[in-house]
């Protein structure tokens, strides 16, 4: 099994900036894919970020420019950076994990509340 706790949540005024971080433990070594997933109230969870054990990324179109993912093996953890936010980047956001050779996420965090003031 693997644990995965977020961290970095907070208020921000649209234009800011906030970083999460993500922390995995349990049986890391079998973790593959990690990403960010987010979920706004009344809205149905959608993926942020994801990126390979090798570091390959992909983006929502509506974040493209404006966050990062990053990762850390060495340190069982993946970040995730936010520039220029706004307020429709309100939600909650979760950190997610795949099994190695797998691209379906199924290890989760309990989730971050992101709110962005206008």
């Known amino acids: 099994q693997v644990q995965l706790v977020e961290s970095g949540g907070g208020l921000v005024q649209a234009g800011g900036s906030l970083s999460l971080s993500c922390a995995a433990s349990g049986s890391i070594s079998s973790i593959g894919n990690m990403g960010w997933y987010r979920q706004a109230p009344g809205k149905q969870r959608e993926l942020v970020a994801g990126?390979?054990?090798?570091?390959?990324?992909n983006y929502a179109d509506s974040v493209e420019g404006r966050f990062t993912i990053s990762r850390d093996n060495a340190k069982n953890t993946v970040y995730l950076q936010m520039n220029s936010l706004k307020p429709e980047d309100t939600a909650v956001y979760y950190c997610?994990?795949?099994?190695?050779?797998?691209?379906?996420?199924?290890?989760w965090g309990q989730g971050t509340q992101v709110t962005v003031s206008s």
């Open positions: 997610a994990a795949s099994r190695k050779f797998s691209v379906t996420y199924i290890y």
């Open positions: 990126i390979t054990r090798g570091g390959l990324t």
